[in-house]
């Protein structure tokens, strides 16, 4: 690995946040990149800080990717947090044989 970039996806629903995820883009050492999210991400930047020997006090920052990630995730989160949070409404109706009403937050 030779650059690591982080970025926070975060998921509005009426202007209110409702998922949060950091995404890494890893520049590998022959200059391609790969997008790792969840334990992959944190078992990277773990491995990494291990070899840390001092920390500058310098921030760099550089909107390189932020435009691919937002593009690549706009449509996959939403779709998969919609989807997760439908599929769970729909077991709890089946389980308490109640019909959840007004389930977007804020709809009311």
Do not use: A
């Amino acid at each position: 690995m030779r650059e690591i970039y982080l970025y926070e996806v975060v998921i509005y629903l009426n202007r209110k946040p409702v998922f949060s995820e950091t995404i890494g883009v890893v520049v590998k050492d022959d200059g391609s990149t790969e997008t790792l999210r969840g334990s992959e991400l944190l078992k990277l930047v773990s491995e990494s800080l291990n070899r840390v020997i001092g920390i500058g006090d310098i921030f760099w920052s550089e909107d390189r990717f932020g435009d691919d990630v937002g593009k690549t995730f706009k449509y996959t989160y939403c779709d998969k947090v919609l989807w997760d949070y439908i599929q769970y409404l729909n077991e709890s109706e089946k389980i308490f044989s109640i019909k959840h009403v007004n389930w977007i937050p804020g709809s009311t």
